[in-house]
């Protein structure tokens, strides 16, 4: 951690909604596919920065379950994007020993995505001390119904718990921190149960712009909130 850099405490876990990729190519008269890949290659950086600041778990939402209703070309795009950077960022993952999970219905992807999507999963599922977890074809809303109806399948009691327990991201535990880009004050059906009680942070930043130094002023923000978990001090 560099010198300069102090914080009295650091989240655990972090949440990205990374929105503002269009309006950041529209900006400078580009189609939205540019911004999208622009986008993309920031997410490497913020990973490897966030881990650099020892955040355990990062979690990114890619893809939405809502964003099958965006043009058919940007869709196909983003689905391109995301195979070229499952095949092309595996060997910087197993380099750097950070493990990569995808979270949400894959059902909808095509063939060849899902075959990179294990692959890159294989490749570095025995790391536990940094993880990347992208959220694509996810909704937060779909994924409390799956874990619902997975419990009554298999006769179990519904419970707060069970249901945490039967989450798409139950592994890897609660959302300290939930940052939103791009200026929208709204979580959009990002772990809306996981993050009951996360603290949440809005910036006008669009994603491409969200550099490390942005990602620190929210580790600074961050470690100045009381977090109570309904409790009175």
């Not at 493990?99 to 692959?119: F, M, N, Q, T, Y």
């Amino acid at each position: 951690m560099d010198s300069d850099f102090s914080v009295s405490k650091l989240p655990s876990h972090v949440g990205i909604i990374m929105d503002g990729n269009g309006r950041w190519a529209n900006l400078r008269g580009k189609p939205r596919s540019f911004g999208h890949k622009i986008g993309s290659k920031n997410v490497e950086t913020i990973a490897r920065h966030a881990f650099s600041r020892g955040i355990k778990t990062l979690t990114l939402f890619a893809f939405s379950s809502e964003n099958w209703l965006r043009p058919k070309d940007e869709v196909e795009e983003l689905m391109r994007l995301l195979e070229r950077y499952m095949n092309k960022f595996r060997s910087s993952a197993v380099e750097n020993k950070m493990r990569i999970v995808v979270s949400g219905d894959r059902s909808p992807l095509s063939d060849s995505l899902i075959r990179a999507i294990e692959k890159t999963e294989k490749a570095t599922e025995s790391f536990r001390d940094r993880t990347l977890i992208l959220a694509v074809n996810y909704g937060g809303r779909q994924e409390i119904v799956y874990a619902v109806n997975k419990l009554i399948s298999e006769g179990k009691p519904v419970t707060e718990s069970s249901v945490s327990e039967y989450l798409y991201t139950a592994p890897f535990g609660e959302p300290d921190l939930i940052i939103r880009t791009g200026g929208e004050i709204r979580i959009s059906n990002f772990l809306l149960y996981q993050g009951a009680y996360s603290e949440l942070l809005f910036t006008d930043v669009l994603w491409p712009d969200f550099n490390e130094t942005e990602f620190d002023k929210a580790l600074i923000n961050y470690s100045g909130r009381n977090r109570r978990f309904g409790k009175v001090e």
